[in-house]
């Protein structure tokens, strides 16, 4: 398999007071009022006459002896926030794709955090330089940035180079996980992506397990095992483990479960488009967020324990596969009548689930391409989110809001709508009714979660773009990636409460 984390991460980022030497293309930052910098070599009114606003991302390229110059807009300067700092870097990045050095001050326009503001454009431009390479012949798709200088005064560097070593290592991340998302499903399958969690192990300081199928039966993982029975490809859990330096007994303790459905065709209750088809290697992209995410936080000594599983498997039709009305006996004990199975990633989430409460974690967070409904609801670039405590689920959110990957609390309503998996022979049935689909997936999910502080997120939606756009390569997003790195970077066990909207 190709690796364009490593792509990115082979980009040379540093700091310089002035432009250096082999810079081709530099981007300085615009708000929408006040002064033009005056390296741009134009007035207000010229810029205006052509259309250029200074609208954050907006960007318009100068006229210029060497080389090129782009004037970028960061809107409000006193309101330009990180999320402001990454659409302006991303769109430079853009505006410059055809060039290898780049040079900017955006880093240092803003009376952000020098550290901040550094990691948000260094993030931004790497991402929007990411392109997935995979089997194509030719190499001119690959991105032609290999060096990135972030302008900056000279008494900021040593933060502003924080700022890089932090953005350089979440964008790796980023990447990481669009990489394995995009890649093609016989590339990538379940004793394949617990290889590259055995590898990446050593380096990223973690603790790696990995349990085959003999093992998923004698821990009564039913689920795992109901949804690969019609693969031939065998299925892998995956259990990461990443302890920081020097903690002690008291250290926060956060549990994150990733469905890593490796294909999923839908089994016997098959898909029956091949557009859905298409994106299902992509079924992973939750296993894939939460891999790459603990790859990250070694580097970014990140004070929280954190123990993952992910949940591999593919969900295919055969001869042996998981039929209609069978019932399968979870990891916890509860019981469930299967009545459709394309409704797989709850199944395998639900062993992942339960072992984590086994382990005596204060919260749990998981994430899936769980439901169409998710797409239906807050279409593609919304992931839902839903739980059982609403201090958790309002810091799921606070880190959403933070790196800006958007998601909306659904309601679980559980009074409401448990009663739709109601079931003549079982503790319960896989599916709902026809409506709400996202919400009584999320009940299913909250069966095993126990007590425990419980955050769900459905990024069926925000799992892809169908074209380039932003800090986004058409394909895969590795959305959750950044948000699941700050929610453990910053985690504390939250304060119980009955989730809002329960
Ligand atoms: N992986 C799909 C959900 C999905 C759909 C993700 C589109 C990304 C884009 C999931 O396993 C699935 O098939 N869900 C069913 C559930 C239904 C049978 C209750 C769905 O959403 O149709
Ligand atoms: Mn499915
Ligand atoms: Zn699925």
Same mark, same amino acid.
């Given at each position: 398999?190709? *690796?364009?984390?490593?792509?990115?991460?082979?980009?040379?980022?540093?700091t310089?007071?002035?432009?250096?030497e082999?810079?081709?293309?530099?981007?300085?930052? $615009?708000?929408?009022?006040?002064?033009?910098?005056?390296?741009?070599?134009?007035?207000?009114?010229? %810029?205006?006459?052509?259309?250029?606003?200074?609208?954050?991302?907006q960007?318009?390229?100068?006229?210029?002896?060497?080389?090129?110059? $782009?004037?970028?807009?960061?809107g409000d300067?006193?309101?330009?926030?990180?999320?402001?700092? !990454?659409?302006?870097?991303?769109?430079?990045?853009?505006?410059?794709?055809?060039?290898?050095?780049?040079?900017?001050?955006?880093?240092?326009?803003?009376? %952000?955090?020098p550290?901040e503001?550094?990691?948000?454009?260094?993030?931004?431009?790497l991402?929007?330089?990411?392109?997935?390479?995979?089997?194509?012949?030719?190499? *001119? $798709?690959?991105?032609?940035?290999?060096?990135?200088?972030?302008?900056?005064?000279?008494?900021?560097?040593?933060?502003?180079?924080?700022?890089?070593?932090?953005g350089?290592?979440?964008?790796?991340?980023?990447?990481l996980? !669009?990489?394995?998302?995009n890649?093609?499903?016989?590339y990538?399958?379940?004793?394949?992506?617990?290889?590259?969690?055995?590898?990446?192990?050593?380096?990223?300081?973690?603790?790696?397990?990995?349990?085959?199928?003999?093992?998923?039966?004698?821990?009564?993982?039913?689920g795992?095992?109901g949804?690969?029975?019609g693969?031939?490809?065998?299925?892998?859990m995956?259990?990461?483990?990443?302890?920081?330096?020097?903690?002690?007994?008291?250290v926060?303790?956060?549990?994150?479960?990733?469905? /890593?459905?490796?294909?999923?065709?839908? /089994?016997?209750?098959?898909?029956?488009n091949?557009?859905?088809?298409?994106?299902?290697?992509?079924?992973?992209?939750?296993? /894939?967020?939460?891999?790459?995410?603990?790859?990250?936080?070694?580097?970014?000594?990140?004070?929280?324990?954190?123990?993952?599983?992910?949940?591999?498997?593919?969900n295919?039709?055969?001869?042996?596969?998981?039929?209609?009305? *069978?019932?399968?006996?979870m990891?916890?004990?509860?019981?469930v009548?299967?009545?459709n199975?394309?409704?797989?990633?709850?199944?395998?989430?639900?062993?992942g689930?339960? %072992?984590?409460?086994?382990?005596?974690?204060?919260a749990i967070?998981?994430?899936?391409?769980?439901?169409?409904?998710?797409?239906?609801?807050?279409?593609?670039?919304?992931?839902c989110?839903?739980?059982?405590?609403?201090?958790?689920?309002?810091?799921?959110?606070?880190a959403?809001?933070?790196?800006?990957?958007?998601?909306?609390?659904?309601?679980?309503?559980?009074?409401r709508? !448990?009663?739709?998996?109601?079931?003549v022979?079982?503790?319960?049935?896989?599916?709902?009714?026809?409506?709400?689909?996202t919400?009584t997936?999320s009940?299913?999910?909250?069966?095993?979660?126990?007590?425990?502080?419980?955050?769900h997120?459905?990024?069926?939606?925000?799992?892809?773009?169908?074209?380039?756009?932003?800090?986004?390569?058409?394909g895969?997003?590795?959305?959750?990636?950044?948000?699941l790195?700050?929610?453990?970077?910053?985690?504390?066990?939250p304060?119980?409460?009955?989730?809002?909207?329960?």
């Amino acid at each position: 398999m190709t *690796d364009a984390s490593h792509a990115v991460s082979s980009v040379s980022v540093s700091t310089a007071r002035s432009v250096p030497e082999g810079a081709t293309a530099v981007g300085y930052a $615009v708000a929408a009022s006040g002064s033009v910098p005056r390296q741009l070599g134009v007035s207000r009114s010229t %810029l205006t006459d052509n259309g250029f606003h200074a609208k954050p991302g907006q960007t318009l390229a100068v006229p210029s002896n060497d080389g090129l110059l $782009v004037a970028v807009g960061i809107g409000d300067a006193d309101e330009a926030d990180a999320g402001v700092l !990454r659409r302006a870097a991303a769109a430079f990045t853009r505006a410059a794709s055809s060039h290898d050095h780049l040079a900017t001050n955006l880093a240092d326009a803003t009376s %952000l955090d020098p550290t901040e503001a550094a990691q948000a454009v260094t993030e931004a431009a790497l991402l929007a330089s990411y392109r997935y390479v995979g089997l194509k012949g030719d190499d *001119d $798709v690959a991105s032609n940035l290999t060096e990135l200088t972030l302008l900056a005064a000279s008494k900021r560097s040593k933060q502003v180079g924080a700022g890089i070593e932090r953005g350089r290592t979440i964008a790796g991340a980023a990447a990481l996980a !669009r990489e394995l998302a995009n890649t093609p499903p016989t590339y990538l399958n379940a004793a394949d992506i617990a290889r590259r969690a055995v590898d990446l192990g050593p380096d990223a300081g973690l603790e790696v397990e990995v349990f085959d199928r003999d093992d998923l039966e004698q821990m009564g993982c039913g689920g795992m095992l109901g949804v690969n029975r019609g693969s031939t490809e065998p299925p892998r859990m995956v259990k990461l483990t990443y302890t920081p330096d020097g903690a002690d007994g008291d250290v926060a303790h956060l549990a994150m479960v990733g469905k /890593g459905i490796m294909y999923d065709s839908g /089994g016997i209750s098959i898909k029956g488009n091949d557009a859905f088809h298409q994106v299902m290697k992509m079924d992973m992209s939750g296993a /894939g967020a939460v891999l790459s995410a603990m790859s990250a936080l070694r580097a970014l000594d990140c004070p929280t324990k954190v123990t993952a599983w992910l949940m591999c498997t593919d969900n295919m039709p055969s001869g042996s596969a998981l039929k209609l009305g *069978d019932v399968l006996t979870m990891r916890n004990g509860k019981t469930v009548e299967i009545h459709n199975t394309d409704a797989e990633g709850r199944l395998v989430l639900a062993d992942g689930l339960s %072992l984590a409460v086994e382990e005596g974690v204060d919260a749990i967070v998981d994430i899936a391409t769980l439901t169409g409904a998710a797409l239906t609801a807050l279409g593609p670039e919304v992931a839902c989110l839903l739980g059982t405590n609403q201090n958790w689920i309002d810091a799921v959110s606070a880190a959403s809001e933070r790196v800006g990957e958007p998601t909306w609390q659904l309601p679980l309503e559980t009074e409401r709508y !448990r009663k739709l998996l109601d079931s003549v022979v079982a503790d319960m049935r896989n599916i709902g009714g026809p409506y709400a689909g996202t919400i009584t997936a999320s009940i299913f999910l909250s069966e095993f979660t126990g007590d425990v502080p419980y955050a769900h997120l459905d990024i069926a939606g925000p799992m892809k773009v169908d074209s380039d756009e932003g800090i986004y390569a058409k394909g895969a997003t590795g959305f959750g990636t950044r948000l699941l790195i700050d929610l453990a970077c910053s985690f504390s066990a939250p304060e119980p409460a009955p989730s809002r909207l329960a």
